[in-house]
T-cell receptor, first 117, second 111 residues
Framework: NAGVTQTPKFRILKIGQSMTLQCTQD?????MYWYRQDPGMGLKLIYY???????DKGEVPNGYNVSRSTTEDFPLRLELAAPSQTSVYFC????????????????FGNGTRLTVT | RKEVEQDPGPFNVPEGATVAFNCTYS??????FFWYRQDCRKEPKLLMS???SGNEDGRFTAQLNRASQYISLLIRDSKLSDSATYLC????????????FGQGTTLQVKP
């Protein structure tokens, strides 16, 4: 059982380049999340999705885009990479009821370590 | 007020000590809370789920105080291996699945 799979594990980007961080889950979870974690800091929510075709902004969405065309996949797009986007990115999924007063725990991928220079 | 807030610590305690962390939340309608443990910026690992008044698992006890809008994590008989960052998770301001992390509380257990 793979759970949540993130690719790539590591990436170095030059300023202004673009890339897509991939995230897929095989647990049929309806909710998916992207978080970033800067050194010595907590996890900040970038975007989240409560189901295919539905996405919403989190705490720090600027500079990122997402899509959710299927239940399994939730890619995160960086269009114009900036040094401030150097971070560790975690994708997570869970089961949630709507309206969401109940969530199962978050299942995390292993993270993508991104450096922008 | 932050949606989910923790005292970042660090908490430095000797082996065998009892230590408690608090986490406050702003969304009074929240029904689900979680405590996660994170080591060295690896992915967070679930420690406990809190759906009602509390939960207990061995040396770990989580309690939910709805009136004061906080959840606590109590660790009894601390072990060296408990040294980690403990993350609290709760809902953001809207009831739409927006799960927010507190900034984490660092625990260092010393021999």
């Amino acid at each position: 059982n793979a759970g949540v799979t993130q690719t790539p594990k590591f990436r170095i980007l030059k300023i202004g380049q673009s890339m897509t961080l991939q995230c897929t889950q095989d647990m049929n979870h309806n909710y998916m999340y992207w978080y970033r974690q800067d050194p010595g800091m907590g996890l900040k929510l970038i975007y989240y999705s409560v189901g295919a075709g539905i996405t919403d902004k989190g705490e720090v969405p600027n500079g990122y885009n997402v899509s959710r065309s299927t239940t399994e996949d939730f890619p995160l797009r960086l269009e114009l990479a900036a040094p401030s986007q150097t971070s560790v990115y975690f994708c997570a999924s869970s089961y949630g009821d709507r309206p969401s007063i109940y969530n199962s725990p978050l299942h995390f991928g292993n993270g993508t370590r991104l450096t922008v220079t | 007020r932050k949606e989910v807030e923790q005292d970042p610590g660090p908490f430095n305690v000797p082996e065998g000590a009892t230590v408690a962390f608090n986490c406050t939340y702003s969304n009074s309608a929240s029904q689900s809370f979680f405590w996660y443990r994170q080591d060295c910026r690896k992915e967070p690992k679930l420690l406990m789920s809190v759906y009602s008044s509390g939960n207990e698992d061995g040396r770990f006890t989580a309690q939910l105080n709805r009136a004061s809008q906080y959840i606590s994590l109590l660790i009894r008989d601390s072990k060296l291996s408990d040294s980690a960052t403990y993350l609290c998770v709760g809902y953001g301001s809207s009831n739409t699945g927006k799960l927010i992390f507190g900034q984490g509380t660092t625990l260092q257990v010393k021999p």
